[in-house]
């Protein structure tokens, strides 16, 4: 239809262009018809081709309709209306309308076909602009200008023809450069140049004086309408604003005509040179600088250009190394993405698809062109419906092709806008030409490899540890491999395989002919020399191979895995320390004897001070103290009970059947067995248990039965009994403990602690000899806290140094304020320090700086330490008490012989005194052999030159025995309980009889 119309168009066009000139009465009516059909051509054309910019055919078409509307008014003006005036309604129209028109429609044709919006570009657009410009300044521009008949306007409008003949040029030459070669663009081509010669000759002839139509120059019109109709009937008009790739060799007559370009001032002023004298040089100058200014930028970008091309060239050569790596395709598409990725602008959206063809496949008929090319995304139908979703979001991808030697292989897609395309072609196209070659290369290596496989997995059949079976469908073995002979014996072909296997589980049936049902199963094989052994079995339908023509048995042995597995089983439920169960073994045993009718009580025991141990005396003696600990505490309990080690210094004891009476006097025993110490490591150390005991009567499982065990252990540990029963008033002390440990941080901020003083008495005398610092927590909503419960929790939270700090600095301050007060008495002060304080970095400089500051004589102070921080043979505790001792403090050992109680450290370790636990005090009364204990200690202090103070001393009757039998020092209740600071000064006040206010120097 196409063809018919175009035939009919042209026919017609020739006709009235014909009447047009040979009748020239009807040559307004001949001209109308020649610019309606060309209107309708181009309509037609528009709409039948459906070009991707439509627009730019609108706007030539509307150009075109403007051109004709001048003319026609021109007509009219010159010919009805008798009128000359210049400039006129015509001019308006013409630069108003037809030449904005049919620039803008030319100038987006020109570039619609391939977007290569670079500087180099505008720069030569530029170059054949000053050109062409210059030209029209010299012979068209100039004359009027110096035409003295003409006014500003005229002139103005005479100047603007020109610069417009000048832009249609300069749009001309580009699409002639840059557009694909087609009918279309010849026509479009020859169309503008008629125009643009008609126009020049008829500017020409109007700075002659002649202002009359009706000449040749009309013919040149007609040729334009005719021209482009033409031009957008034919189907080639498509490719104008079709994406196309750009080949190096389209940019070769750019070369030419830029050359040519350069040549015209040269060439002017040349050609005024040989006609007389020169009229135009200054312009001439100005044109040559800015040609030569163009050409230089011009020089500058492609020097610019040059370095891209370097940039890309790097990448593509790290693409090449990385695709030498590539072991197969999903590596060769990552290299791919991340090349493409860096060959784009940074912060490109684009999306890149890599498709490879599986062998022996033939490509897709829109596929075939081993050419690259520019494909719409939304026109990939058919085999590439799950490429255009990948795709979706974009108008283009170019199409890459990956063929080595002819064979297509796949293709490489990448979607994007226009512009980033275009920049991307040549490099796409050797980046697909690598991706190729690896990816061929991948695949022979693969067929290499299957070859090869083939060949060995032969050889490892024949060779396997497994048996392999082929069984028929009559179960019977047809093949055996030689690692079946050891397992099932010499003969084995013929043989039913349900002869020559047996499920491990009665239960189970052996259906060999169900893979499923056999798979993973373990199954039971007697071996000839009579023992048997255990073996995995996966079976393989392979009955449609001709040539294996059965199911596959192999047969794995697992003989020894699976012995090793119950052994493994066996030891994951026991402790390797202390050979006792394990906490999983003991939660199974408490689950089985919740789920039993009897009544079940769980105890919990743990070692106090159990760190210390293994802190002071390493490891080793702690790991023998578990031991020991652990056969004592089986030996104390009844059989049958399940005594099990839970971890680090934790036993669980479960009693069932129990009753409450039975469980309670268990738990006292236990204590009472565990007093005397253990002898470990070559010291003698004691191991005081903790109880926690919980009934399983209303409990919901096992988890719930072990924590209130737990709560109960919390709520043992420090209390005289060293046992307790879980009730439900324990959470609410549970609950106490936790908020205890997340006010602790805070009440350090604080300042929330405050120091009570026990006096310690001479015995003899009566007199005070000095005091004792004991911490209180002034709790803001509990009240006054004992250390009792908050001095473990500062241990555990790591906060035992900065309070013992703290106490050392007040109670430094306070001793000061003492020996102020009563000069002539010399009063002491004593601080407790933990095991942990005094193994701080710096304790010992701490120490002496806060008795530099506060100038307090160092045999002021004592230094009270635990048994425990003298286990083992730690050097640096020796050190820092023989420093401490070297300045004048003195080192007493408090509640000595309850603890890690080891008589051959006192004649190692420098000590001053020796401090009697309570527990000592409260029997020397009633028990004989308790009173010569307590002798026996006084007298080793002796010989050893050091001073005995007896705690907790409640009654007179104590005080003189300890008094008899030399004891120096002692305190308690007796005496008076831990007072505040100004409470303790009146105690102090009445003892020595002086009356003295003072202020408390503890805040």
Not at 370 to 386: F, K, N
Not at 732 to 755: E, G, P
């Amino acid at each position: 239809m196409t063809r018919r119309v175009t035939w009919a168009y042209a026919l017609c066009a020739l006709t009235l262009a014909v009447g047009y000139v040979l009748l020239p009465a009807a040559g307004l009516l001949c001209f109308a018809g020649l610019v309606l059909s060309t209107l309708a051509a181009m309509m037609f054309g528009v709409v039948r081709h459906r070009p991707r910019h439509r627009l730019s055919w609108l706007l030539w078409a509307a150009g075109s309709l403007m051109l004709a509307i001048g003319t026609a008014t021109a007509v009219v003006q010159t010919d009805v209306l008798q009128s000359t005036a210049y400039p006129s309604i015509v001019d308006a129209v013409s630069l108003g309308a037809t030449f904005p028109l049919l620039l803008l429609g030319l100038l987006r044709l020109s570039r619609s076909g391939a977007v290569n919006r670079d500087w180099v570009t505008v720069i030569d657009s530029l170059i054949f602009t000053a050109g062409a410009g210059l030209l029209a300044w010299v012979y068209l521009i100039d004359p009027y200008l110096g035409d003295p008949g003409l006014n500003a306007a005229q002139k103005a409008v005479s100047i603007a023809y020109p610069l417009c003949d000048v832009l249609l040029l300069s749009i001309m030459v580009r699409m002639a450069l840059s557009a694909r070669r087609s009918w279309s663009v010849a026509l479009l081509l020859t169309s503008g140049a008629v125009l643009l010669v008609s126009d020049v000759v008829f500017s020409l002839r109007r700075l002659n004086g002649d202002w009359g139509l009706g000449s040749f120059v009309d013919l040149g019109w007609i040729l334009f309408f005719a021209t482009g109709g033409l031009a957008a009937l034919h189907p080639s008009m498509v490719q104008l604003t079709e994406p196309r790739v750009i080949g190096t060799t389209e940019l070769k007559p750019r070369r030419a005509a830029l050359g040519i370009a350069s040549l015209v001032a040269p060439g002017i002023l040349f050609a005024e040179a040989l006609s007389g004298p020169v009229h135009n040089g200054l312009v001439i100058s100005v044109g040559s600088a800015a040609l030569v200014a163009l050409s230089l930028s011009r020089v500058w970008l492609a020097a610019r250009s040059v370095g891209h091309a370097l940039t890309r060239e790097r990448e593509l050569r790290r693409a090449c190394e990385a695709l030498l790596s590539a072991t197969d395709v999903v590596a060769v598409e990552r290299v791919v993405k991340r090349a493409v990725s860096a060959l784009l602008r940074s912060g490109t959206a684009h999306r890149t698809v890599l498709v490879v063809h599986p062998p022996g496949a033939v490509p897709a008929a829109e596929d075939r062109d081993a050419s690259m090319s520019m494909r719409y995304v939304a026109q990939l139908t058919g085999g590439h419906a799950g490429l255009a979703r990948e795709l979706d979001g974009f108008e283009l991808a170019l199409h890459c092709p990956l063929s080595i030697g002819g064979v297509r292989l796949g293709e490489l897609w990448v979607a994007a806008h226009e512009r980033a395309l275009i920049t991307l072609q040549e490099s796409g196209r050797v980046l697909a030409g690598q991706a190729a070659s690896m990816i061929d290369h991948i695949v022979l290596n693969r067929e290499i490899t299957r070859r090869d496989s083939e060949a060995y997995f032969r050889t490892l059949v024949l060779n396997a540890a497994d048996v392999i079976l082929i069984v028929g469908e009559d179960d019977r073995v047809t093949y055996a491999s030689p690692s079946a002979r050891p397992l099932l014996g010499a003969i084995i072909n013929g043989r039913p395989v349900t002869e020559l296997l047996r499920p491990a589980t009665v239960d189970d049936q052996a259906d060999f002919a169900d893979p499923t049902a056999v798979a993973g199963r373990l199954h039971i094989i007697s071996r000839p020399d009579g023992s048997t052994a255990e073996v995995e079995v996966t079976v393989r339908d392979l009955t449609a191979e001709p040539t294996v023509a059965g199911r596959v048995l192999t047969l794995h042995d697992v003989t020894e895995r699976r012995r090793l597995e119950r052994e493994l089983l066996d030891r994951a439920y026991l402790d390797p320390l202390t050979g006792l169960g394990n906490r999983l073994r003991f939660q199974d045993h408490v689950q089985i004897a919740l789920a039993g009718d009897d009544p079940v009580a769980v105890l919990l025991v743990d070692i106090d001070g159990f760190r210390t141990v293994n802190d002071t005396m390493g490891q080793d003696v702690g790991d023998e103290l578990l031991q020991a600990f652990a056969r004592r505490l089986v030996d104390v309990c009844p059989r049958p009970t399940t005594v099990t080690r839970l971890g680090a210094d934790e036993f669980g004891v479960l009693i069932a059947p129990a009753d409450v009476a039975g469980i309670e006097e268990l738990a006292q025993r236990i204590v009472d067995e565990f007093r005397p110490p253990f002898v470990v490591g070559g010291s003698v150390v004691s191991a005081q248990p903790s109880i926690g005991i919980a009934l399983g009567a209303d409990v919901a499982d096992v988890a719930q039965l072990l924590g209130e065990a737990d709560v109960a252990l919390d709520s043992a540990k420090g209390t005289g009994e060293r046992w307790r029963r879980y009730e439900s008033a324990m959470h609410a002390d549970t609950m106490r403990r936790m908020r205890l440990r997340a006010d602790l941080d805070q009440a350090l901020a604080d300042d929330a602690f405050v120091l009570h003083y026990q006096p310690i008495v001479d015995l003899r005398s009566g007199r005070p000899h000095g005091c004792e610092a004991l911490v209180r927590w002034q709790h803001p909503s509990l009240g006054l806290v004992p250390p009792l419960e908050f001095i473990e929790i500062a241990e555990e939270c790591g906060l035992i140094v900065p309070l013992g700090d703290w106490v050392m600095r007040n109670a430094i301050a306070a001793a000061v304020k003492f020996r102020e007060l009563y000069p002539q008495q010399d009063q002491t002060m004593s601080v407790n320090v933990s095991v942990r304080q005094f193994r701080s970095p710096g304790f010992v400089q701490r120490v002496l700086t806060e008795l530099a500051q506060a100038r307090l004589p160092a045999n002021a102070l004592t230094v009270e330490i635990t048994e425990s921080l003298l286990l083992g043979d730690d050097e640096h505790i020796h050190a820092d008490l023989a420093a401490l001792r070297a300045a004048g403090v003195r080192i007493s050992i408090d509640d000595f012989g309850t603890g890690y109680s080891s008589l051959s450290y006192l004649h190692r370790v420098p000590v001053d005194a020796l401090k009697l636990d309570k527990s000592f005090v409260d029997t020397i009364g009633a028990s004989r052999r308790q009173y010569d204990l307590v002798s026996g200690i006084v007298q080793l202090a002796h010989t050893l030159d050091l001073d005995v103070v007896a705690e907790g001393i409640e009654v007179a009757a104590h005080r003189d025995l300890l008094a008899d039998l030399g004891c120096g020092y002692g305190q308690g209740y007796l005496f008076t309980r831990p007072l505040p600071y100004a409470d303790v000064l009146t105690w102090l006040e009445a003892s020595f009889s002086v009356l003295s206010p003072v202020q408390d120097p503890v805040l």
